[in-house]
């Protein structure tokens, strides 16, 4: 007979099953917690990342809206002012530009603006991501966007730990959380996850990876691309770290920091625009805190300044590569 | 029961009341108290901003009192609403404390929101109140989502989104509606036709028949005149009843109009509107007015009595403000509180 008392705990999940898993768990410990978007019950999103929910929760729990963006988002603000914790689906990150008014000018501020009196506690998913030929309309990467406006929080996991933990604390935090899924992540990318209840804090990084010659920072899809860019650079002797801060906001911006202080060059690789982006702030903030130290430019691998275009070949160029990565850090390393 | 609510009964066709609430004299009384004090309230608001004692803007309320007073009356204080940039009538008749409010208007540590609001966005979750919105139609997906928070708790509370016809060309405002209704939500949806959106007649704006849009949804509705407090009780005491008792939302029109103009130095008008429409509205169809003449018609009031009525709000109004301006400000560190909960 097999001793299961002591057995790992440890499942292998997708990024997509980790974060079904972390609303599920959620849902059974908060009767407050509902979701509600397009096709999210029976069809369990287009993605079928919320299958079966509807099943154990209930269509009064997992509710199908119609296709009105910022209807359903203004209810889940206005529901999260007056005793719930509503999730929020949207579909596709491209729609966050319907919903604007209600996240930036009611949910980010409401707190504020009643100095303090009425909270906030909602989580907006929303999806991220290209390369999966949707062309210019389903395949942006916005999560610069609400990173920029002071009263939201901001989540980009690249793993399925990550991506668990960080959900659950998104949905016990009191303040309104855009919690950004990269697509192509949902079933591609894999990894243990403990059967055990943890979280993970809003606002702590993680190194992915550690090295001693130069410092990868990146987020969400980018991360998978730096591990693969650090092992071909192992390959030739060069060390890289991979950092991942997890969210743009609360950011850790103390561990970016350190990281390029130990090794004194750095890439920032991030799937959204790299003109006034994320990666643009990591830039920023390694280059103001850690210019001593540095031997070579900051230097930003982001998404190319372009609308995304449908066409494989041409697709395909958007979105910074391994090769490039690795590229780039043989030359800023002297190579 | 007293001869005078009876007769009060009999001229407002209304009933005896709700359980809990005073009978209907004392609901007359306590309506004409609430119009007076927003009309005193703004009064002090425009003196206040025209010598230069309050930054910002200063959207004026008077003309509308009837709407906010007849609404709230039909109102718990658990109840919700939503208000909007012209909010503080919503505010003050749905509770809240004139020296707060003042206080917020001037940017004080005492206000409502601490100074962080303003004019514009007092909030009180004591009385109800989610917040006046500065976003034309900015509320009515909070207001909605009250009303979803309402029903799936099952705690009874009704929400009121009070938003002036100019929301009408809101997008948001009919993907509200239509989810109201899809999902039966306790939510009133209040439009204050004051016929200007902003400098701009409503008429010039607005396609087809106001009416008409409730209807698409099948949203029960009803067309009121907003000058009449017993006319707007009258209609939305028995919306908020049924909207309590999961019958779902409901859609106010009420016409009434603004003296003053879409803020206070909105001065220099005659090229939108004219002199004498401002005139004829302020005259026989002012809401205080109205209301006063009924209660001395019916002799359900002496002229002391209404007379008693102002100078003691008077009173307290003057008081609120004194109170407001000798408030200190909030310490500049303040700035960076309240960001997060």
């Known amino acids: 007979m097999l001793d299961t008392q002591s057995a790992p705990a440890l499942r292998d999940l997708t990024f997509g099953e980790a974060i079904r898993e972390a609303i599920a768990e959620e849902m059974r410990r908060d009767k407050t917690i509902v979701l509600m978007g397009e096709d999210v019950a029976e069809a369990g999103t287009t993605f079928k990342v919320l299958t079966g929910l509807v099943d154990e929760f209930g269509k009064d729990r997992i509710i199908d809206t ?3 963006e910022a209807g359903f988002t203004g209810i889940g603000v206005g529901a999260a002012m007056t005793g719930m914790r509503p999730i929020v689906d949207i579909m596709f990150g491209d729609f966050l530009t319907l919903i604007m008014d209600q996240l930036v000018n009611q949910a980010a501020k409401i707190h504020y603006m009643s100095g303090g009196k009425w909270k906030v506690p909602l989580v907006v998913r929303a999806t991220m991501g290209a390369t999966r030929r949707s062309a210019a309309q389903h395949s942006q990467s916005l999560h610069a966007w609400p990173s920029h406006i002071p009263g939201l929080k901001v989540v980009v996991p690249s793993t399925p730990y990550d991506a668990k933990g960080l959900m659950k604390s998104a949905i016990r935090d009191d303040n309104p959380v855009v919690f950004f899924e990269d697509k192509i992540s949902y079933t591609k990318v894999k990894g243990q996850v403990p059967s055990e209840e943890y979280t993970i804090p809003l606002g702590v990084g993680d190194v992915k990876r550690e090295g001693r010659d130069i410092t990868f920072i990146g987020t969400s899809s980018m991360v ?6 650090a092992t071909m650079l192992e390959e030739v002797g060069i060390s890289a770290e991979v950092v991942d801060p997890r969210t743009t906001w609360p950011l850790d911006e103390k561990t970016l920091i350190e990281s390029v202080k130990k090794t004194s060059r ?4 991030d799937e959204g625009y790299g003109r006034y982006g994320v990666g643009a702030e990591f830039a920023a903030l390694v280059a103001e805190g850690a210019f001593y130290n540095l ?3 900051v230097t930003r691998l982001c998404a190319m300044h372009v609308p995304i275009p449908f066409s494989p070949s041409l697709e395909d160029v958007t979105v910074p590569t391994e090769r490039q990565a690795f590229d780039l850090a043989m030359k800023l390393c002297g190579r | 029961m007293s001869i005078a609510t009876r007769k009060a009964d009999a001229a407002t066709g209304i009933g005896p009341g709700n359980p809990g609430n005073p009978g209907n004299l004392d609901r007359l009384l306590h309506m004409y108290k609430q119009m007076v004090a927003i009309r005193l309230f703004e009064e002090r608001v425009n003196d206040l901003y025209t010598r230069a004692l309050m930054p910002g803007l200063a959207h004026l309320y008077d003309g509308e009192e009837a709407i906010a007073a007849g609404i709230c009356e039909a109102l718990t204080r658990e109840d919700y609403v939503t208000s909007t940039h012209r909010g503080h009538g919503h505010c003050l008749a749905k509770g809240a404390s004139p020296d707060r409010m003042f206080a917020e208007l001037l940017g004080k540590e005492a206000g409502y929101c601490k100074g962080k609001g303003g004019s514009m966005h007092i909030a009180d ?8 919105n500065a976003i034309v139609c900015g509320s009515a997906g909070l207001a909605t989502g009250a009303a979803f928070a309402s029903k799936y708790l099952g ?5 009121v989104c009070f938003f002036g016809e100019g ?18 939500l306790p939510v009133i949806f209040a439009c204050e036709n004051n016929l200007y959106n902003e400098y701009t007649h409503f008429s010039e704006t607005t396609a087809g028949e106001i009416m008409a849009r409730p209807a698409a949804f099948g949203i029960t509705s009803v067309e009121v005149d907003g000058q009449n407090v017993r006319a707007v009780y009258a209609a939305a005491a028995p919306l908020v009843d049924r909207a309590r008792d999961g019958g779902g939302p409901a859609f106010m029109l009420l016409n009434t109009y603004r003296y003053h103009g879409h803020h206070v130095g909105d001065i220099a008008r005659a090229y939108y509107r004219p002199k004498a429409e401002e005139q004829e509205w302020a005259g026989d169809r002012d809401p205080i007015k109205l209301l006063g003449d009924f209660l001395l018609k019916e002799g359900l009031a002496d002229a002391a009595a209404l007379e008693k009525i102002g100078a003691e709000l008077t009173r307290e109004m003057d008081a609120a403000v004194e109170f407001a301006v000798r408030a200190p400000y909030p310490d500049p560190s303040e700035v960076t509180q309240d960001i997060y909960a």
Do not use: F, H
């Open chain 1, 66 to 68: 119609p296709i009105s």
């Open chain 1, 266 to 269: 750095c890439i920032v690789m």
């Open chain 2, 125 to 132: 979750p004591a009385t109800g109140n989610l917040g006046a």
């Open chain 2, 155 to 159: 705690n009874r509370r009704v929400t």
């Open chain 2, 167 to 184: 929301a009408l060309g809101q997008g948001v405002l009919y993907e509200e509606m239509n989810l109201a209704q899809l999902w039966k």
């Open chain 1, 224 to 229: 998978q691309v730096a591990l693969g860019a």
């Open chain 1, 295 to 297: 031997d070579a430019p």
